[in-house]
């Protein structure tokens, strides 16, 4: 009980049993693992070594400054550590160079960049599928001459329809990618992230790369394959807070910031607010929370940044834990009243104190 404030418990064995999920079920390829912003929130220092110890050798991260945290913690020669979104320049390069990171190229402009400064014995070069970053893959076809000179190539591509098995944006990208290889048949070629993985094995090409489907956020509606998988992942957080006290409410009095009670209510102020791993804010739709056979509701006109209350039809008290978030299912409670997205979930959770368990 860390000063009865909301925590967040983090299972690197389920960490590890997800990985290895992932890799099994794409043996034909290997498996990198997405890790931006400080791994979601969690923290490098330990998921990449629990990851190391399983098999993991290929880790992304958004940019060259993260890079060189996880560095320090992976100073491993077989190691491969690559941001997706450094500031391509001489000096930015020499940088990555000397710690032996493998640049990402999001632009033509960078590939001159890197050819002319920065031709080192790795990178990955961004093929764009419709999103804000990459290159068109008829101009990568325009450089095979001299991209095919480099001698660890990584063409990566993302859906941005993955979600969707049905979108014909998927096979599309699928046959450029195809052609790409064409161009390029000693590079390394990427295309399914956790969500094109259950698109198919013709998705999974040379490397697919799991994110938040290492903590076991995977969610597809029309997606049996995904549906079926998910009985095999855990979910590797448990967000849990504790209650404060309990007090009553008369209608008419003062509810929250600029609210008044349209009702009598028993409430109970459990020690989670915005600020510290309650993953919404301001919501109408309401937020049930089970504690001991009981259904408590938050009352969402009371939410700040370190409380929110709950009501209750009983006193309860004060230093009673109680769990707001354990499962998927709890996860896409969440996703529903927010309309968020499992990555931006994960990070607001990751507000709150943490503590890994084994």
């Known amino acids: 009980m860390l000063e ?15 990985y290895q999920f992932f890799a099994d079920y794409v043996s034909s390829a290997n498996v990198a693992v997405v890790l931006k912003n400080n791994g979601f929130g969690y923290g ?10 399983q098999g993991c050798r290929r880790f992304y991260v958004a940019d060259v400054e993260e890079a060189l945290r ?13 941001p997706l979104f450094p500031l391509i320049s001489q000096n930015s390069l020499h940088t990555m160079r000397k710690a032996d990171l493998t640049p990402s190229l999001n632009s033509v402009e960078d590939i001159q960049t890197y050819l002319r400064y920065g031709c080192g014995k790795s990178c990955v070069v961004r093929v764009s599928f419709g999103l804000n970053v990459g290159v068109p893959y008829q101009k990568i076809a325009e450089l095979k001459g001299e991209l095919g000179k480099i001698k660890q190539l990584t063409v990566l591509g993302h859906l941005p329809f993955a979600d969707d098995k049905n979108s014909s944006h998927n096979t599309n990208a699928l046959k450029d990618m195809i052609a790409l ?10 295309l399914a992230s956790t969500a094109a993985i259950f698109l198919g094995s ?7 790369r799991i994110g938040v489907g290492l903590f076991g956020a995977v969610h597809f509606s029309n997606n049996n394959a995904a549906k079926n998988a998910q009985d095999k992942i855990s979910f590797a957080l448990k967000l849990k807070a504790y209650t404060r006290h309990s007090y009553s409410v008369k209608k008419g009095q003062i509810l929250g910031y600029e ?15 915005y600020a510290n791993g309650l993953p919404i804010q301001k919501s109408k739709e309401p937020l049930s929370l089970p504690y001991q056979g009981k259904s408590l509701r938050l009352v969402p ?11 209750t039809n009983d006193i309860i008290a004060s230093g009673e834990e109680v769990t707001l978030l354990k499962s998927f299912e709890d996860s896409m409670q969440f996703r529903r009243i927010e309309k968020i997205n499992h990555s931006e979930l994960l990070l607001r959770i990751s507000r709150a104190h943490q503590q890994f368990i084994p």
């Open 70 to 82: 996880m560095r320090s913690f992976m100073p491993h020669q077989d190691v491969i550590i690559a």
């Open 44 to 53: 490098y220092a330990e998921i990449t070594p629990a990851l190391y110890a």
């Open 301 to 311: 006109e009371t939410l700040s940044m370190y409380n929110a209350s709950f009501a």
């Open 181 to 190: 290889r064409q161009h390029l048949p000693d590079a390394r070629f990427s």
């Open 259 to 273: 609210s008044i009670a349209k009702e009598d209510m028993q409430m109970v102020v459990v020690s989670c607010g």
């Open 4 to 18: 009865a404030n909301s925590h967040v418990l983090i299972s690197k064995q389920s960490l590890r049993s997800n």
């Open 202 to 208: 013709e998705f999974f090409m040379d490397e697919a």
